[in-house]
């Protein structure tokens, strides 16, 4: 399988980021929302991003956790299982490029303010343009992106400086005009303005060390944006009257053409039109990710998961999510705010019980490099406000989620049912509760080779070596003695000696020196006859091993055994061992492993330098 690049750094995910949130939901629906719940709406503006926030969080962690592509929808079906994957990948698409054409077909009221064409067909060439730019790679794609969204930054920055002292305490009062209800259903009309932050995540595969640059990223992006919001929505509300901005669809453009004079509002347009170019440009660079990882789970045609062999971009995703955008060009403004919000709460939602599911299933190798503050309290707020966000919106969006919902059951039980069915999280749960085996290690190995690719993990000879090391699981308690033999009858016949030598050495090399290191943990290791002969036995006794006195119960024990030829790499694996056990929650995690290949795992995953020469 051809594999997608790695090109992105921290300015490409910020820029993506922000970009893809600096659109529609600022130089459009600031007039429609005032016009919802008056000055009031800058309190709107600033709960959704609160929202926004629950879900980045969850974002952050299962993109440090599992930083592949299509985003949201690879998370929720290795926690929920491919039907509740199906749905969250297919509505995502939906969503993003919903919000995509909502940015194309917001251009229509700037591009009459510089030419007087056809607006659609514009609209349909831009689309052209970024299909092709995506087409070529995601590195030039990305290297536009930033252009754009540092000059708009720039223009926005501008525009609060100089109109902030042309703010009126009269056009803000009333500040509350139609009471807290309308502040919390016009939060939930403006979500889709913080969409952007899902656009990342689908990505993540074509980021470089995106454990800790995609997390970063979005809380830098969310905090910039958020604040840029507030304060454009604040000097906007304060410099026009309420008739003149309610009915206004270019209001950042008119608010400038109060203090900016007329040359403010071409500005002011033109950066909204490159709003417009960046929200595009993002969308299709995120939404085509989502038909990419759902056809390399077989819930959607194959031919979707293909990756152009010159350019290492999904082609047939990208064009699929092309003429999806270029349909919707044609829908009724209104239409795609309602539905790309409503769709966007729902996967936020998602995405924190993704979270709790992972978080509860004990999965051994669900490690992500960030976790979410305050669990679970910030996603069961997360998933509470979507409720409270969904049913302030009114009968629309709640007819929109529903439809959502059911067109992605109707796709996986048409397609995907037959073809996918992959172990997920959820079963964990149900498994631990009724004490029935359900799972197999499947999602076990398929996230520690997620973690050997997020963190750039190449095997060595001490890699290989422990994957096929014999591992001892037994319960105790043990007399050093019972253990050593036990050791001796397993390793013997791998290193060409007797058994009872192998006794021998392993007695007489704690008589001379203990090799217990910490309370729970000893690693013998012995030299034997021969030459290239080196052989590592991981061996974990829940009761413990008794040494000695003074160590009575040893729960972890390595054992090294190799003839005088390998001392420097017996050296090298002794202390690639120590690096791995001075994790200070080491042998809580021997102890709590699921198994033989638990044990393994918590090696080849642990902490330590590694030599590939």
Same mark, same amino acid.
């Given at each position: 399988?051809?594999?997608?690049?790695?090109?992105?750094?921290?300015?490409?995910? *910020?820029?993506?980021?922000?970009?893809?949130?600096?659109?529609?939901?600022?130089?459009?629906?600031?007039?429609?929302?005032?016009?919802?719940?008056?000055?009031?709406?800058?309190?709107?503006?600033?709960?959704?991003?609160?929202?926004?926030?629950?879900?980045?969080?969850?974002?952050?962690?299962?993109?440090?956790?599992?930083?592949?592509?299509?985003?949201?929808?690879?998370?929720?079906?290795?926690?929920?299982?491919?039907?509740?994957?199906?749905?969250?990948?297919?509505?995502?698409?939906?969503?993003?490029?919903?919000?995509?054409?909502?940015?194309?077909?917001?251009?229509?009221?700037?591009?009459?303010?510089?030419?007087?064409?056809?607006?659609?067909?514009?609209?349909?060439?831009?689309?052209?343009?970024?299909?092709?730019?995506?087409?070529?790679?995601?590195?030039?794609?990305?290297?536009?992106?930033?252009?754009?969204?540092?000059?708009?930054?720039?223009?926005?920055?501008?525009?609060?400086?100089?109109?902030?002292?042309?703010?009126?305490?009269?056009?803000?009062?009333?500040?509350?005009?139609?009471?807290?209800?309308?502040?919390?259903?016009?939060?939930?009309?403006?979500?889709?303005?913080?969409?952007?932050?899902?656009?990342?995540?689908?990505?993540?595969?074509?980021?470089?060390?995106?454990?800790?640059?995609?997390?970063?990223?979005?809380?830098?992006?969310?905090?910039?944006?958020?604040?840029?919001?507030?304060?454009?929505? *604040?000097?906007?509300?304060?410099?026009?009257?309420?008739?003149?901005?309610?009915?206004?669809?270019?209001?950042?453009?008119?608010?400038?053409?109060?203090?900016?004079?007329?040359?403010?509002?071409?500005?002011?347009?033109?950066?909204?039109? *490159?709003?417009?170019?960046?929200?595009?440009?993002?969308?299709?660079?995120?939404?085509?990710?989502?038909?990419?990882?759902?056809?390399?789970?077989?819930?959607?045609?194959?031919?979707?998961?293909?990756?152009?062999?010159?350019?290492?971009?999904?082609?047939?995703?990208?064009?699929?999510?092309?003429?999806?955008?270029?349909?919707?060009?044609?829908?009724?403004?209104?239409?795609?705010?309602?539905?790309?919000?409503?769709?966007?709460?729902?996967?936020?939602?998602?995405?924190?019980?993704?979270?709790?599911?992972?978080?509860?299933?004990?999965?051994?190798?669900?490690?992500?490099?960030?976790?979410?503050?305050?669990?679970?309290?910030?996603?069961?707020?997360?998933?509470?406000?979507?409720?409270?966000?969904?049913?302030?919106?009114?009968?629309?969006?709640?007819?929109?989620?529903?439809?959502?919902?059911?067109?992605?059951? *109707?796709?996986?039980?048409?397609?995907?049912?037959?073809?996918?069915?992959?172990?997920?999280?959820?079963?964990?749960?149900?498994?631990?509760?009724?004490?029935?085996?359900?799972?197999?290690?499947?999602?076990?190995?398929?996230?520690?080779?997620?973690?050997?690719?997020?963190?750039?993990?190449?095997?060595?000879?001490?890699?290989?070596?422990?994957?096929?090391?014999?591992?001892?699981?037994?319960?105790?308690?043990?007399?050093?003695?019972?253990?050593?033999?036990?050791?001796?009858?397993?390793?013997?016949?791998?290193?060409?000696?007797?058994?009872?030598?192998?006794?021998?050495?392993?007695?007489?090399?704690?008589?001379?020196?203990?090799?217990?290191?910490?309370?729970?943990?000893?690693?013998?290791?012995?030299?034997?006859?021969?030459?290239?002969?080196?052989?590592?036995?991981?061996?974990?006794?829940?009761?413990?091993?008794?040494?000695?006195?003074?160590?009575?119960?040893?729960?972890?024990?390595?054992?090294?055994?190799?003839?005088?030829?390998?001392?420097?790499?017996?050296?090298?694996?002794?202390?690639?061992?120590?690096?791995?056990?001075?994790?200070?929650?080491?042998?809580?995690?021997?102890?709590?492993?699921?198994?033989?290949?638990?044990?393994?795992?918590?090696?080849?995953?642990?902490?330590?330098?590694?030599?590939?020469?």
């Amino acid at each position: 399988m051809i594999e997608l690049k790695k090109e992105l750094g921290l300015l490409q995910v *910020f820029c993506l980021a922000s970009g893809a949130m600096i659109s529609s939901g600022l130089f459009i629906l600031p007039g429609m929302a005032h016009a919802r719940a008056g000055p009031a709406v800058i309190a709107s503006y600033f709960l959704a991003a609160l929202f926004a926030l629950t879900g980045l969080l969850s974002q952050a962690e299962l993109v440090s956790a599992m930083p592949k592509a299509g985003g949201t929808y690879f998370y929720v079906k290795r926690a929920m299982g491919p039907a509740m994957g199906s749905v969250d990948g297919l509505v995502t698409w939906f969503s993003l490029t919903l919000k995509s054409a909502f940015a194309l077909v917001g251009m229509a009221a700037f591009t009459a303010y510089i030419i007087d064409l056809d607006v659609r067909l514009i609209a349909l060439a831009l689309c052209t343009v970024f299909i092709v730019l995506n087409l070529v790679g995601i590195k030039e794609a990305a290297r536009v992106q930033v252009v754009l969204v540092v000059g708009l930054i720039a223009a926005l920055t501008v525009y609060i400086v100089r109109g902030a002292p042309s703010v009126t305490v009269e056009n803000l009062a009333p500040f509350n005009p139609y009471g807290p209800g309308a502040v919390l259903s016009t939060a939930g009309f403006v979500f889709v303005s913080y969409g952007g932050l899902l656009k990342v995540a689908s990505v993540a595969e074509e980021v470089k060390d995106p454990g800790h640059v995609v997390p970063l990223g979005m809380i830098l992006s969310l905090l910039v944006v958020g604040l840029l919001y507030v304060a454009v929505v *604040f000097v906007t509300s304060g410099v026009m009257d309420d008739a003149k901005l309610n009915i206004s669809i270019t209001p950042i453009s008119d608010g400038a053409a109060v203090f900016l004079g007329s040359k403010g509002r071409i500005i002011l347009s033109i950066a909204a039109i *490159f709003a417009f170019i960046s929200t595009a440009n993002a969308g299709i660079m995120a939404a085509s990710r989502y038909p990419l990882a759902l056809s390399r789970d077989r819930l959607l045609p194959g031919m979707l998961g293909r990756v152009n062999e010159r350019f290492k971009t999904p082609h047939f995703s990208i064009l699929a999510t092309g003429i999806m955008m270029s349909v919707f060009l044609f829908f009724k403004l209104d239409i795609l705010v309602k539905a790309a919000s409503a769709v966007m709460i729902l996967t936020y939602s998602f995405s924190c019980l993704s979270i709790i599911i992972l978080r509860e299933s004990g999965l051994q190798n669900y490690q992500p490099v960030f976790k979410s503050p305050l669990y679970p309290w910030v996603q069961i707020a997360g998933i509470a406000g979507s409720i409270f966000l969904l049913a302030g919106m009114g009968k629309t969006a709640l007819t929109t989620a529903a439809a959502a919902l059911f067109c992605g059951f *109707f796709v996986y039980w048409v397609y995907g049912r037959i073809r996918s069915g992959r172990e997920f999280a959820l079963l964990h749960i149900i498994e631990r509760i009724t004490a029935k085996e359900l799972t197999t290690r499947s999602l076990e190995s398929e996230l520690k080779e997620i973690i050997r690719e997020r963190d750039d993990i190449v095997k060595d000879r001490f890699d290989h070596l422990i994957e096929k090391a014999i591992v001892m699981d037994v319960a105790g308690p043990l007399k050093a003695a019972e253990f050593f033999a036990m050791v001796a009858d397993e390793m013997a016949d791998r290193l060409g000696i007797e058994k009872a030598i192998m006794m021998k050495l392993l007695h007489d090399r704690e008589k001379d020196s203990s090799t217990v290191l910490t309370p729970g943990l000893a690693i013998p290791h012995i030299v034997v006859h021969g030459e290239g002969r080196f052989e590592i036995m991981l061996a974990r006794c829940r009761e413990g091993v008794e040494f000695s006195e003074s160590s009575p119960s040893i729960r972890a024990i390595f054992v090294l055994a190799g003839s005088r030829d390998e001392r420097n790499f017996h050296l090298r694996a002794l202390a690639g061992l120590a690096q791995i056990v001075q994790d200070s929650h080491f042998e809580e995690r021997w102890i709590k492993a699921k198994g033989r290949e638990g044990l393994r795992d918590l090696i080849l995953l642990g902490k330590r330098r590694r030599h590939t020469t």
